[in-house]
């Protein structure tokens, strides 16, 4: 049977689409999984540089849902580290730790050419990733 050219120019294109979606998830990544932020008051497109949410019971409990759906996974469970990735634990407190947790999540980090972390910026909302880190510094604990 022949394809008519239309028909192959779409499949063609479903082709490269599966083929592309497979390089920025390659070696098995898993997807970014959303992050309900209902209950926590919205902050807007710009970009805050410290955290809103700090010592907000409520972003603590979404934090801990959206960090255990995706950043468990190297960064360990209750955020104790099993070697893959950091303890962030001892991630500074305040906006000091605030910066480097955002620029992090924003942009994840790339070594050597590949994503050791992927960058969460188009998959997570600002009140996602501020609720993550105000789970994250709930559970600080100071070196050693
Ligand atoms: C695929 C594994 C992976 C996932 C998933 C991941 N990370 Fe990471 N992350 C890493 C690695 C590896 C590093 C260390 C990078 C380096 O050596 O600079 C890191 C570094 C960090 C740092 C900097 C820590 C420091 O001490 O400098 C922060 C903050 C961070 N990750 C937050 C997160 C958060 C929040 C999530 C979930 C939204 C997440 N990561 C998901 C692997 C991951």
């Given at each position: 049977?022949?394809?008519?050219p ?6 063609l294109?479903?082709?490269l ?12 990544d ?11 008051p919205?902050l ?19 934090g801990y ?11 360990g469970?209750?955020?104790i ?10 991630l500074?407190?305040?906006?000091e730790?605030?910066a ?9 980090a ?5 994503y ?5 910026r ?7 990733m501020?609720?993550i880190?105000?789970y994250?510094e ?7």
């Amino acid at each position: 049977m022949r394809i008519p050219p239309i028909a192959r120019r779409t499949l063609l294109a479903a082709a490269l689409a599966a083929a592309s979606a497979s390089v920025v998830h390659g070696h098995g990544d898993v997807q970014p999984q959303p992050v309900d932020t209902k209950g926590l008051p919205a902050l807007g497109p710009d970009l805050l540089a410290e955290n809103p949410y700090r010592g907000n019971p409520k972003a603590v409990e979404i934090g801990y849902s959206g960090y255990t759906q995706n950043c468990a996974r190297c960064h360990g469970l209750e955020v104790i580290s099993g070697g893959l990735a950091p303890d962030l634990r001892r991630l500074e407190t305040g906006s000091e730790g605030d910066a480097w947790f955002m620029e992090r999540i924003q942009n994840g980090a790339m070594i050597n050419g590949t994503y050791k972390m992927p960058p969460f910026r188009d998959a997570l909302s600002q009140e996602a990733m501020w609720a993550i880190r105000s789970y994250i510094e709930s559970r600080h604990v100071d070196e050693g």
